[in-house]
């Protein structure tokens, strides 16, 4: 077969699926699907694990920064990973409105932090929270931070691993509950595109408090000497 050919099936597809689907959500669902998304993300219990789960994006994440990211992703994070498709307008305006409508229905009732064997940690329990909420796309593995933010101080997104040092744990329930528009630092410049959630709209109290336990627990040791 034509080696040219070979590369358009892939686009053929996509096109000839988007032509099927009636609404914007349908669209973006056959783009995702066409251009072997799931390969690298998971949604739901579905999909790769190289890049972020994206089972809760379109709660975590507004249509503006979608559309961005998906128009340039180096141009947000120049050592990402994602490739630039270079979609065109229509296109990726429907794939963000896919990714937009995904809050977490995927899984259908079962979270994989519920798992029995999960059940008496709590630690683990929350790290699975972490990682498949999607708060490890924002904050890094680990809590170790890294991603950026436009208009914040520092230019990224607060790392976690020393939360217990300054919260509470009631404190940090309540910031992951209630979330946190994140704060300018320069108040003539446009809005920060990234921003806490209010994550108690889609996780349960226990799931919180399980997520708690779990940023507690990712604090470096204290070196010898240091003061408690």
């Known amino acids: 077969m034509n080696r040219h050919l070979l590369l358009m099936?892939?686009?053929l597809f996509v096109l000839a699926s988007c032509q099927r689907a009636r609404t914007p959500v349908e669209r973006g669902r056959a783009v995702f699907n066409g251009f072997g998304c799931?390969?690298?993300?998971?949604?739901?219990?579905?999909g790769g694990v190289l890049g972020p789960d994206l089972t809760f994006i379109g709660f975590r994440k507004s249509k503006e920064w979608l559309g961005l990211w998906l128009k340039n992703p180096h141009g947000w994070k120049n050592n990402t990973l994602m490739?630039?498709?270079?979609l065109a307008e229509g296109t990726r305006n429907d794939l963000v409105e896919y990714l937009a409508a995904l809050r977490g229905q995927d899984f259908d009732g079962h979270r994989p932090w519920d798992a029995e064997h999960l059940a008496e940690n709590p630690i683990e329990r929350g790290k699975v929270i972490f990682a498949r909420a999607g708060c490890v796309g924002c904050h890094g593995v680990g809590g170790v931070g890294g991603y950026p933010n436009n208009?914040?101080?520092g230019g990224q997104i607060p790392a976690l691993i020393f939360v217990a040092d300054g919260y509470s744990k009631d404190e940090l329930k309540e910031r992951i509950r209630e979330g946190k528009v994140s704060d300018k630092e320069n108040?003539?410049?446009?809005?920060?595109?990234?921003e806490m959630p209010k994550w108690g709209e889609v996780l349960e109290e226990h799931e919180m408090d399980a997520l708690v336990e779990y940023l507690y627990s990712i604090r470096p040791a204290k070196a010898a000497g240091e003061e408690w």
Do not use: D, E, T, W
Not at 38 to 46: A, D, T, V
Not at 83 to 86: L, R
């Open 38 to 46: 799931s390969s690298c993300h998971r949604i739901g219990n579905q």
């Open 151 to 153: 208009n914040v101080v």
């Open 83 to 86: 490739p630039n498709f270079n």
């Open 9 to 11: 099936l892939p686009v």
């Open 187 to 194: 108040p003539k410049l446009s809005a920060p595109m990234i």
